[in-house]
């Protein structure tokens, strides 16, 4: 069945990096867009970022762009978030979500549990 | 900067039907955003319910359904249940990969 986990998770100060990972397992990784959607504590659901199944097409929210950096490594079956210069309004609980799109639909349809990341002094 | 909006909390009773919206801060939300809805739990992460507007992801019960009522998406639970209290979250596609999620609606089921 497929499976997303995701890991690197953790406290960090104003202005540090943390890079998350997200390992996939049940499906074929590579032929999958994928995301980054994150939740502030007791906040609603955010988009983060989203990469195509080759890597070639990338895109972030406009909360992230140039501080975030999106990757995936299909050798491995995973997917990466690389976060630098963290802010407090960072801190949230990241997702990793399957993307499945055609010309029909855009849409998540398997969500990990999720990685918390706290940033504060 | 789009933004898309959702009823902050809805209450419904036990048995009863209730209908979730999804609109745009400018604009009517047609199907060619591609609507999709999404259930949270506390604690849980997001389970997929509708995606394409109407389209029941595989496992969720028939009571609930989506489609277009105006110029936004809707949610409807039909029978609504103790344990469909949760937050509901709508996402429309804005195209080249970007999505855009609603604030979400808490529903209370009492």
């Known amino acids: 069945q497929v499976q997303l986990v995701e890991s690197g998770g953790g406290l960090v100060k104003p202005g540090g990096s943390l890079r998350l990972s997200c390992a996939a397992s049940g499906f074929t990784f590579s032929d999958y867009y994928m995301s980054w959607i994150r939740q502030a504590p007791g906040k609603g659901l955010e988009w983060v970022s989203y990469?195509?199944?080759?890597?070639?097409?990338?895109y972030y929210a406009d909360s992230v762009k140039g501080r975030f950096t999106i990757s995936r490594d299909n050798a491995k079956n995973s997917l990466y978030l690389q976060m630098n210069s963290l802010r407090a309004e960072d801190t949230a609980l990241y997702y990793c979500?399957?993307?499945?799109?055609?010309?029909?639909?855009?849409?998540?349809?398997?969500w990990g549990q999720g990685t918390l990341v706290t940033v504060s002094s | 900067q789009t933004v898309v909006t959702q009823e902050p909390s809805f209450s419904v009773s036990p048995g009863g039907t209730v209908t979730l919206t999804c609109g745009l801060s400018?604009?009517?939300?047609?199907?060619?955003?591609?609507p999709s809805w999404y259930q949270q739990t506390p604690g849980q992460a997001p389970r997929t319910l509708i995606y394409?507007?109407?389209t029941r992801s595989s496992g969720v019960p028939d009571r609930f359904s989506g489609s277009i009522l105006g110029n936004k998406a809707a949610l409807t639970i039909t029978g609504a249940q103790a344990d469909d209290e949760s937050d509901y979250y709508c996402?429309?596609?804005?195209?080249?990969?970007?999505?855009?999620f609603g604030g979400g609606t808490k529903l209370t089921v009492l």
């Open positions: 990469i195509s199944s080759s890597g070639s097409t990338i």
């Open positions: 979500a399957r993307v499945s799109y055609t010309s029909s639909w855009y849409f998540f349809d398997y």
């Open positions: 400018s604009g009517s939300v047609s199907t060619t955003y591609y």
């Open positions: 996402v429309l596609y804005m195209g080249s990969g970007i999505v855009v």
């Open positions: 394409s507007t109407s």
